[in-house]
């Protein structure tokens, strides 16, 4: 589940939880039965813990949301060790700026392929920007909830 569906998600529960107080408030009859919008059937349950793959939409989503926002700490701050030390912010930094001088700034992304690879699941990402595409490829450890890997290239023709 990504982030805006878990929003919505939350703020259904949290609608229906409204709801209910104000169903109990001191105008309600003791003896009325429930409004059909509070059936069991509408009970918001807890969500289970995310998976390794909504764990991975999620780190990727953040990874792409601090690129557009130029903020390279939270990039950086997302990925394992060895992409740490391979790609530190400031070569993150050069890389990004390379992309929005010929592309324009980040303005959306959609996950468009999902598949998995000598032990690693990898996400492909379009990326639209002002004055044209391009795409992001995030390699994560099956179990890791750190980037792995990560490729900003021109959008690929498939």
Do not use: N
Not at 4 to 14: D, E, K, N
Not at 24 to 53: C, E, K
Not at 121 to 139: C, I, N, V
């Amino acid at each position: 589940m990504d982030l805006p569906q878990l929003a919505v998600v939350v703020a259904t529960g949290l609608a229906l939880a409204g709801c209910a107080r104000r169903e109990a408030g001191p105008s309600a009859s003791p003896s009325a039965p429930p409004p059909a919008s509070m059936t069991a059937s509408s009970v918001v349950t807890p969500a289970a813990p995310p998976g390794p793959m909504e764990v991975h939409d999620q780190v990727a989503a953040q990874v792409l949301a601090g690129l557009r926002d130029h903020d390279f700490d939270a990039v950086e701050s997302r990925f394992d060790p060895e992409m740490k030390r391979a790609v530190p912010k400031a070569k993150v930094d050069r890389v990004w700026s390379s992309v929005i001088a010929t592309r324009g700034e980040l303005l959306s992304w959609k996950l468009v392929e999902r598949g998995s690879s000598s032990g690693f699941d990898e996400l492909r990402f379009a990326l639209a920007h002002e004055h044209g595409e391009s795409e992001a490829l995030f390699s994560f450890s099956r179990d890791g909830r750190e980037v792995a890997g990560l490729l900003i290239r021109p959008k690929v023709s498939r």
